[in-house]
T-cell receptor, first 110, second 117 residues
Framework: RKEVEQDPGPFNVPEGATVAFNCTYS??????FFWYRQDCRKEPKLLMS???SGNEDGRFTAQLNRASQYISLLIRDSKLSDSATYLC???????????FGAGTRLFVKA | GAVVSQHPSWVICKSGTSVKIECRSL??????MFWYRQFPKQSLMLMAT?????????EQGVEKDKFLINHASLTLSTLTVTSAHPEDSSFYIC?????????????FGNGTRLTVT
């Protein structure tokens, strides 16, 4: 089983749609969680950290469920510019290694 | 602005040659940096953890004698791909947390696209 697993995608949605991505992790001792965005042939960029109580940043909402070991990302009112690959990342205890999911591709169409 | 700088952005080399990639933290000190590799349409795979002043820690399956890592200062880590082969062609990306807090996210360099002919 992979340490971090994501929805396979791709997700094809119209502009204005709401889309949700899920990600599960296997290490129950994981401490920190993040969502990154990666554009084609570019480096990943931090989208947002995920906090235990859930957090929101504009159109983006992240949730953490420690009991079920999954994190989610909700994008509301999708824009064309949201088209990218979304990576969830989990930081393990000790050594501060960050493990990434395989990513979910999102295509937002006019 | 960028907090981690990586150079070069792309490189083409012949089989058997070595390639050095530099990763710098721009406005903070990074005692630890992480090197990832990403093949087309695949995820980021952690190769090694670069530790300032000590040996790097390699992930299982990564050859330490082929991928030499040096972290001689608090702002610079280098990855040298030795005796490169076409199968080493990939996107190499370095990263560092801005601080040592457990919840500090990684910031990435812009990556190096290596093509070995």
């Amino acid at each position: 089983r992979k340490e971090v697993e994501q929805d396979p995608g791709p997700f094809n949605v119209p502009e204005g749609a709401t889309v949700a991505f899920n990600c599960t992790y296997s290490n129950s001792a994981s401490q920190s969680f993040f969502w990154y965005r990666q554009d084609c042939r570019k480096e990943p960029k931090l989208l947002m950290s995920v906090y235990s109580s859930g957090n929101e940043d504009g159109r983006f909402t992240a949730q953490l469920n420690r009991a079920s070991q999954y994190i989610s990302l909700l994008i509301r009112d999708s824009k064309l510019s949201d088209s990218a690959t979304y990576l969830c990342a989990v930081k393990s205890t000790g050594g501060f290694k960050t493990i990434f999911g395989a990513g979910t591709r999102l295509f937002v169409k006019a | 602005g960028a907090v981690v700088s990586q150079h070069p952005s792309w490189v083409i080399c012949k089989s058997g040659t070595s390639v050095k990639i530099e990763c710098r933290s721009l406005d903070f000190q990074a005692t630890t940096m992480f090197w990832y590799r990403q093949f087309p349409k695949q995820s980021l795979m952690l190769m090694a953890t670069s530790n300032e002043g000590s040996k790097a820690t390699y992930e299982q399956g990564v050859e330490k004698d082929k991928f030499l890592i040096n972290h001689a200062s608090l702002t610079l880590s280098t990855l040298t791909v030795t005796s490169a082969h076409p199968e080493d062609s990939s996107f190499y990306i370095c990263s560092a947390p801005r601080d040592s807090e457990y919840n500090s996210p990684l910031h990435f360099g812009n990556g190096t696209r290596l093509t070995v002919t």
